[in-house]
């Protein structure tokens, strides 16, 4: 699937990183279809909007990114997840190695191609 029919959802509890992360995604040719900014949200929007990938913020209120990302692997169809993070991927060790994810990026990070790598 080309990066034009990828939607995405965007999950992260700041207002301005989701803005930032729409617009850099939408220049790159994703298709945001929607956002959520805490963990209980990220799951029902997950479950609503059916998106082909969850770009998932570790630290979010009421579930963190990984309880989200366990509850999304048990949807059908399952959408891939990438989470993001301030923080480096040595913060989070062996839970980020066991989480069911496609991948990792810090969100200094982040771009349409570096999202597109993980997706491959």
């Known amino acids: 699937m080309t990066r034009a029919g990828l939607r995405v959802l965007v999950v992260d509890d700041h207002e301005g990183f989701r803005a930032a992360a729409r617009s850099l995604l939408d220049a790159a040719g994703f298709q945001v279809v929607g ?6 949200d990220a799951v029902a929007e997950a479950q609503r909007l059916h998106p082909d990938v969850v770009l998932l913020d570790i630290q979010l209120p009421g579930l963190d990114g990984f309880g989200v990302a366990s509850a999304v692997a ?47």
């Open 35 to 40: 956002e959520a900014a805490d963990g209980p």
């Open 74 to 120: 048990r949807q059908h169809p399952r959408p891939q997840v990438v989470l993001v993070s301030s923080h480096d991927a040595g913060t989070y060790g062996s839970r980020l190695a066991e989480a069911p994810v496609a991948g990792f990026v810090a969100k200094s990070e982040l771009s349409g191609a570096m999202l597109a790598r993980l997706l491959e």
